[in-house]
């Protein structure tokens, strides 16, 4: 049938090959002649029905085709082959019912629930003006197994073509392809919609389908997409399957071949798929079929292939983790991923890098995909590649440059009462963008160098013996950073305070305080002034020599011996109390019975100062 026009040939298939150039586009596709249905006649127009296949065939003898003529010897009917469950077709066998006349019958198809059929017969009722048959669309009912009720397609005509009917999923509009007047040339295809249970004049599907050839055996996928071949559109010769499929206003997209293994220089054409464009069937006549025409199924099962990407930072070589990096196929090789994947065109997938600064990808075959990978702190990184260059090395690497703006800064570290610089202090530079740190010493003078990130923000922390930790950040300091301009960072520590509480000690049996422990005394009044939030207990003690009663008696004494003069200095007296522990509390072991020097006994005639509350920062206590 090669560049033929086989008109009588209805035939439904559904898949997509570009103008785009087809690299490899069989290798993933696996093509089978089913030889259990084809036979040395006509075997076109697969269409899934219920548990098996109706298809067009010529196999039953009869009388010559009427168009073209002489083509097979005999008329096309529909056939039905039910699959098996191992997987082949059985002995086809001819539909029940009045579908199929005297003359060529086929290319079928089906409303919801396969209750309804429309089909393509040759005009009973007369001849055209060049005394050919033309052929007719008819519609039938399954009724108890059989189909029958066939009425017209209410815009048929005796003087042209009007067949290969196709119905969208919903069934409510058909499509057809006829040489009435009006189209391009040849025989083109139309559009009519059921409205309020009629259909509605014949639309012509316009320029982006049809030709100055033929446009013939359409076939409506459940997305809308139409599969046809043609023989005036620029294929591999012969009738060649197209694909169009709609934009989203509706109107069709740009025109695509499906390409090899689809077409060939042979007639193909019956093009059909199922809803996700992984299978289905497709008739030719090339090279090493059963016959005339061939019915072949097709399937889409593409090898996975996975593509690393790995991010690495391009001055050390680093590879980066927790990149996250957006990958958007912008274009798809295979002729099915065009049409089916169309809706993964454009729609980005962010994936992080994981600590060895890599991640995984499904990619297709022949395809492009746009790598967005972007990091704090450095400069975002955008490719555009191929299927080939992401997976031909194994890993393809994207490098990303630090986004810096480097200066030299020197800070210093002083003490925060008297400003006087602090030499040897411990330095940590903290990078608050990336999270690194530089350790350092500053010299002698106080001071100290750092290289830093104008684009970054800092922490400053400096700490040294004797002194509280300081900090300080630089976000208002870097104002004019990019200018060179840049004021010095001070690190200000403040000293740390001790406080010495001495004892209190007094005289054998006396409570009167001495002048040493008057100066004691003067230096925690003093502490009280200073620190507001400082507050005292006072301990008083005596040694074991007298009774117990006595000696908790003279404690007493003593320690209102020290709260007086405290009292005495203004200090409110809801800041410190007193509290008498007589003998009981020895600093030594000269207890009752025990034989000690006057030096151990006058360490346990004494009174103690106690902190009960103190809330000021960089203080230290020593007793």
Same mark, same amino acid.
């Given at each position: 049938m090669k560049n033929k026009i086989t008109l009588t040939i209805l035939i439904g298939l559904l898949i997509t090959c570009s103008i785009w150039a087809q690299e490899n586009a069989s290798d993933d596709v696996e093509l089978k002649n089913l030889t259990e249905l084809n036979s040395e006649f006509l075997e076109?127009? %697969?269409?899934?029905?219920?548990?098996?296949?109706?298809?067009?065939?010529?196999?039953?003898?009869?009388?010559?085709?009427?168009? %073209?003529?002489?083509?097979?010897?005999?008329?096309?009917?529909?056939?039905?082959?039910?699959?098996?469950?191992?997987?082949?077709?059985?002995?086809?066998?001819?539909?029940?019912?009045?579908?199929?006349?005297?003359?060529?019958?086929?290319?079928a198809t089906f409303g919801a629930g396969g209750q309804k059929m429309y089909f393509s017969r040759n005009n009973i009722e007369g001849k055209n003006v060049n005394n050919m048959i033309d052929r007719k669309i008819y519609s039938a009912d399954l009724i108890e197994g059989n189909w029958t009720n066939i009425n017209n397609f209410p815009y048929n005509s005796d003087t042209f073509?009007?067949?290969?009917?196709?119905?969208?999923?919903?069934?409510?509009?058909?499509?057809?392809?006829?040489?009435?007047?009006?189209?391009?040339?040849?025989?083109?295809?139309?559009?009519?919609?059921?409205?309020?249970?009629?259909?509605?004049?014949?639309?012509?599907?316009?320029?982006?389908?049809?030709?100055?050839?033929?446009?013939?055996? %359409?076939?409506?996928?459940?997305?809308?997409?139409?599969?046809?071949?043609?023989?005036?559109?620029?294929?591999?010769?012969?009738?060649?399957?197209?694909?169009?499929?709609?934009?989203?206003?509706?109107?069709?997209?740009?025109?695509?071949?499906?390409?090899?293994?689809?077409?060939?220089?042979?007639?193909?054409?019956?093009?059909?798929?199922?809803?996700?464009?992984?299978e289905g069937f497709f008739a030719s006549s090339r090279e090493g079929g059963l016959g005339m025409d061939d019915i072949y199924s097709w399937k889409y099962a593409p090898e996975p292939l996975e593509a690393i990407i790995i991010v690495y930072d391009e001055d050390t070589g680093e590879e980066l983790e927790k990149v996250p990096v957006s990958i958007t196929p912008v274009r798809l090789g295979s002729t099915i991923d065009k049409i089916f994947g169309k809706a993964a065109v454009e729609q980005k997938i962010v994936i992080e890098t994981d600590p060895l600064g890599a991640l995984t990808y499904q990619v297709k075959r022949e395809s492009e995909y746009a790598l967005h990978a972007e990091k704090p702190g450095y400069i975002p990184a955008d490719r555009l590649v191929t299927t080939l260059e992401l997976t031909k090395d194994g890993e393809y690497r994207i490098p990303i440059k630090r986004d810096r703006v480097l200066v030299d800064l020197t800070g210093l570290v002083v003490n925060k009462e008297t400003n006087e610089s602090i030499s040897m202090a411990d330095v940590i530079v903290i990078d608050k963008s990336t999270g690194e740190e530089v350790e350092m010493k500053s010299d002698e003078n106080g001071n100290f160098g750092v290289e830093i990130d104008c684009k970054h923000d800092y922490e400053m922390k400096a700490s040294k013996d004797g002194f509280a930790d300081g900090s300080i950040n630089l976000t208002s300091i870097l104002t004019d950073c990019t200018n060179n301009i840049l004021e010095q960072p001070v690190i200000k520590l403040a000293p740390k305070v001790k406080i010495v509480l001495e004892g209190v000690y007094f005289d054998f049996d006396k409570a009167t305080l001495r002048p040493e422990g008057k100066e004691a005394l003067n230096t925690v009044v003093n502490y009280l002034k200073r620190y507001p939030t400082l507050e005292i207990l006072l301990t008083a003690h005596t040694d074991c020599r007298g009774s117990d009663e006595y000696n908790m008696d003279l404690?007493?004494?003593?320690?209102?011996?020290?709260?007086?003069?405290?009292?005495?200095?203004?200090?409110?007296?809801?800041?410190?109390s007193s509290k008498g522990f007589g003998e009981s509390k020895l600093v030594n072991e000269c207890d009752d019975g025990v034989k000690c020097t006057k030096e151990q006994h006058q360490a346990n005639r004494r009174v103690e100062v106690e902190i009960t509350k103190f809330e000021e920062e960089n203080v230290e206590i020593e007793k």
């Open positions: 076109f127009s %697969p269409i899934p029905f219920k548990d098996g296949l109706i298809f067009t065939s010529s196999r039953r003898a009869g009388g010559i085709l009427s168009c %073209p003529p002489s083509e097979s010897g005999r008329f096309s009917d529909l056939y039905f082959s039910k699959k098996g469950t191992n997987g082949a077709y059985e002995e086809a066998k001819i539909l029940k019912g009045k579908v199929n006349g005297k003359y060529n019958d086929g290319v073509s009007t067949c290969h009917p196709t119905l969208s999923y919903d069934g409510l509009k058909l499509y057809f392809s006829s040489n009435r007047e009006g189209g391009f040339g040849g025989m083109d295809l139309y559009v009519t919609e059921m409205i309020n249970d009629q259909w509605s004049e014949p639309k012509n599907l316009g320029e982006k389908v049809n030709s100055t050839g033929n446009e013939i055996f %359409p076939f409506i996928d459940n997305s809308g997409n139409l599969f046809f071949s043609s023989d005036g559109h620029a294929g591999e010769g012969g009738l060649d399957i197209w694909a169009v499929v709609p934009d989203e206003s509706g109107d069709w997209g740009e025109l695509t071949s499906m390409g090899a293994p689809f077409n060939s220089s042979f007639d193909d054409l019956a093009f059909s798929t199922n809803a996700d464009g992984t404690s007493e004494r003593r320690a209102k011996s020290a709260i007086d003069y405290i009292g005495a200095e203004g200090i409110d007296a809801s800041r410190y």
